[in-house]
C-alpha cells in the first residue's frame, strides 16, 4: 500500500476516536516542535496517550490494520522470512504469509521505498500492518535477540550521547520516521556548530562515514548504524525534494531549515557508489558567508586597488581559482557594495547560492537549455549596470560577456585558472579574439584559501631551512619577525587552526599588458611585467600572512612555492 497520498492530520483522528482533547492535541504539538518529535511520540510523552492508542490512530490515519502482537506465536517459518539486519532497520516484524504475500507489523509507516526494498530483498508482495512500539521491542527482542527503539544511539559504531545532547531544532518537511528526522537535523546543527562547510555521508562496506569539511579539510565524525543507512539516505533526499525511487542516478536538491535561529540552506548532491548512495550537503550560511569587502583579508595595497576597480564603469572583473577557494564568497562581497537603488544588477548563476535583496537572480536549467549564454543574451535586454555571470565556461558565453564589457557594462565572473595572467591566455584558448581581451578585461583575482591559526594558542616555531628557502625566505629577512606554528586548545577543537582567510593575487591591466595580452604574449611574460608595476603574487601574499602571524609556511606551500628552487 502507498502512503504517498494525502492524509488526514493525526490530531483529527486523536480528536475523533476521543484519544485526547483539541487543547492536548495543541500541547502535543508545540512539544513536538520542541523537542523534534512526531505528534504522536509527544502525546505518548506528556503522558496523554499509551502505545497502543498512537497505534491505533496511525492505522487509522494511513488506513491499514491494527495488530495485537501478543496473540501471535510467529513460527519460526514465519520469522526466518526476514533477516536481523532487515529487522533492524525497518523496524518491521513478519508476521504472515499467504501464498506471494508476507504480512509485516510495524510502529512507524513504512514508506513507499521501505515497501520497495523489502518486495525485492524477500521476493514477495509486502503488505503491512500497525502494532503498538512496545509489542514491536518485544518481538524483536523475543524473535531476533535485539533491542528496540532505546537502543537506537547505542551500540558499536553508532553516535555517542553527544548527538542527543545537541539543541536540535525544526526542519519543515513532515516525515514519520521521526528518529531519522531527528538525527539528519541533529546532524546539521552539530555540522554548524562545529564550522564545517560540508557534510558527507559516505556508504562503506561495513558502515557509514561521516565526514565534515572544516577549515578545508575533512574530519571524520562518529558514525551512525550500518543499519540506518538507507533511512538516513531517504530521509535527506525527502528534505531535497529529490525523487526517492531513482537509486541510480545522480541528483541534486536542497533544504532549508534554521539552526539557532539563523535560516540555513544545504545544497545537496548524491552521487550512487558502490556501496549505496554517497551524499554531500553544501552549508550555505547568509550569517558567515555574505561578508563585506573589508572581510576578505585583502592586505590594504591590494584592497584599495580593488575598490577602485569597482568604481569602473564597464569591463570585465574576473576571479580565478579551484572549486571552494572562496571565489563566490568574493564575488557576492563586491556585489553587496555596489549594490545601491539607482543600480540594477542581474545574476546568472549555476545554482543560486544566496538570495542578495535587490538582485535579480537567473537559475542555469540545462533541462530546458537555459544556459549562462542563454540568461546573459536576455539579461542585456533588461538594461542592467552590473552583471554577474557565474562562470564563464565557453566561447559563446565569453564572446557575449566581453561584448556586454564593451558596450557600458560591468561584468563580473569566475573562470578556472591557476593564476590571474593564466586567465588571459585561458579567454583566448576559448576563441575570443585577442583584442577583445586586451580591450574588455579591466582586472584579475586569483585567490586561495589558507587556514588561520588559532590565536589562543599558536606558538613561535624556528622554521627549517628547506621550508623558507621554498616560499623564497632567508633568515635574514625575516628580520625580528616571528613565524609560529599550531599547538591546539580548546578553542580550536586542538587542531590549532581556527577559520580560513584568503590569499590573493591582482592583476590590473594598464597599456603594457593590453599590449602583450593583443600580440598573445604567454602567461609568464605577462605575469613578468605584471610584478613589475606592483602585482603581489599568491605565493607573495601567502608569506606576507606568514609574518603577520595569521598562518604557516606548511599552509602557504599547499598553494603556491618558489618556480625557480
Known amino acids: 500500500m502507498l502512503t504517498t497520498d494525502k492524509k488526514m492530520p493525526l490530531g483529527k483522528i486523536l480528536v475523533g476516536l476521543k484519544f485526547a482533547t483539541v487543547e492536548q492535541v495543541k500541547e502535543g504539538l508545540k512539544h513536538a ?9 509527544a502525546m505518548r510523552d506528556l503522558g496523554y496517550l499509551d502505545d497502543e492508542q498512537v497505534a491505533r490512530a496511525l492505522a487509522k490515519q494511513q488506513n491499514v490494520k491494527f495488530v495485537n502482537l501478543k496473540k501471535y506465536e510467529l513460527p519460526p517459518e514465519v520469522t526466518g522470512l526476514v533477516t536481523k539486519e532487515i529487522v ?39 503488505d503491512w500492518v500497525m502494532a503498538p512500539q512496545t509489542q514491536v521491542d518485544e518481538a524483536m527482542k523475543k524473535y531476533y535477540g535485539i533491542g528496540g527503539m532505546n537502543d537506537m544511539l547505542d551500540g558499536d559504531g553508532g553516535p555517542n550521547m553527544s548527538y542527543k545532547d545537541m539543541d536540535a531544532t525544526e526542519v519543515t518537511t513532515d516525515d514519520e520516521e521521526g528518529y531519522v528526522s531527528q538525527l539528519v537535523q541533529l546532524l546539521i546543527t552539530d555540522a554548524i556548530k562545529k564550522r564545517a562547510s560540508d557534510i558527507h555521508v559516505e556508504p562503506m562496506e561495513e558502515k557509514v562515514r561521516i565526514r565534515y569539511r572544516i577549515d578545508g579539510d575533512c574530519v571524520e565524525m562518529e558514525s551512525p548504524p550500518k543499519r540506518l543507512q538507507g533511512p538516513l539516505i531517504q530521509r535527506i533526499k525527502i528534505l531535497s525534494k529529490m525523487d ?40 550555505l550560511d547568509k550569517a558567515k558567508n555574505l561578508v563585506g569587502l573589508e572581510i576578505l583579508g585583502m592586505h590594504p595595497l591590494d584592497f584599495d586597488r580593488f575598490q577602485k576597480i569597482l568604481k569602473k564603469p564597464n569591463g570585465i572583473f574576473l576571479v580565478t581559482g579551484p572549486t571552494g577557494s572562496g571565489k563566490t564568497t568574493t564575488l557576492y562581497a563586491a556585489l553587496n557594495a555596489l549594490n545601491k537603488p539607482d543600480v540594477k544588477i542581474i545574476t546568472a548563476e549555476d ?31 533588461q538594461a542592467p549596470n552590473i552583471i554577474l555571470v557565474g562562470e564563464i565556461r565557453d566561447h559563446e558565453t565569453a564572446e557575449i560577456a566581453i561584448q556586454a564589457a564593451l558596450t557600458g557594462h560591468l561584468v563580473f565572473s569566475t573562470l578556472h585558472t591557476n593564476d590571474a595572467p593564466g586567465a588571459l591566455t585561458r579567454l583566448m584558448d576559448m576563441g575570443v579574439k585577442p583584442f577583445l581581451v586586451a580591450s574588455a578585461v579591466q582586472a584579475i583575482l586569483a585567490q586561495r584559501l589558507v587556514r588561520v591559526l588559532c590565536k589562543h594558542c ?30 591546539g586548545c580548546k578553542e580550536c577543537g586542538g587542531v590549532g587552526f581556527r577559520g580560513r582567510q584568503g590569499v590573493y593575487e591582482l592583476l590590473e591591466m594598464n597599456s603594457v599588458i593590453r599590449e602583450l595580452t593583443f600580440t598573445q604574449a604567454s602567461s609568464l611574460k605577462i605575469r613578468n611585467e605584471a610584478r613589475q608595476i606592483g602585482m603581489t603574487t599568491l605565493l607573495d601574499d601567502g608569506v606576507r600572512k606568514v609574518l603577520e602571524g595569521k598562518t604557516t609556511i606548511g599552509e602557504v606551500l599547499t598553494i603556491a612555492h618558489r618556480e625557480d628552487i
Open 33 to 41: 516542535k520542541e523537542k523534534m518529535m512526531l505528534l504522536g511520540e
Open 88 to 126: 533492524e532497520e525497518h523496524r518491521i516484524i513478519p508476521v504472515m504469509k499467504k501464498g506471494r504475500q508476507v504480512t509485516v507489523a510495524t510502529d512507524r509507516v513504512l514508506e513507499y521505498f521501505a515497501l520497495d526494498n523489502l518486495r525485492f530483498i524477500l521476493g514477495h508482495e509486502v
Open 244 to 283: 526517492i525511487a531513482e537509486r541510480r542516478k545522480p541528483q541534486d536538491g536542497r533544504i532549508k531549515t534554521k539552526v539557532e535561529g539563523r535560516d540555513i540552506d544545504l545544497r545537496v548532491s548524491v552521487l550512487p557508489c558502490s556501496w549505496g548512495e554517497s551524499v554531500v550537503m553544501r552549508i
Open 351 to 381: 545554482p543560486v547560492e544566496y538570495n542578495l535583496t535587490g538582485i535579480n537572480q537567473a537559475q542555469v536549467n540545462h533541462q530546458i537549455e537555459l544556459s549562462f549564454a542563454r540568461i546573459l543574451r536576455a539579461m542585456l535586454r
Open 458 to 487: 599558536k606558538a613561535p616555531v624556528k622554521p627549517e631551512p628547506a621550508e623558507l628557502k621554498m616560499v623564497g625566505l632567508k633568515p635574514e629577512t625575516i628580520g625580528g619577525k616571528s613565524i609560529y606554528g599550531p599547538v
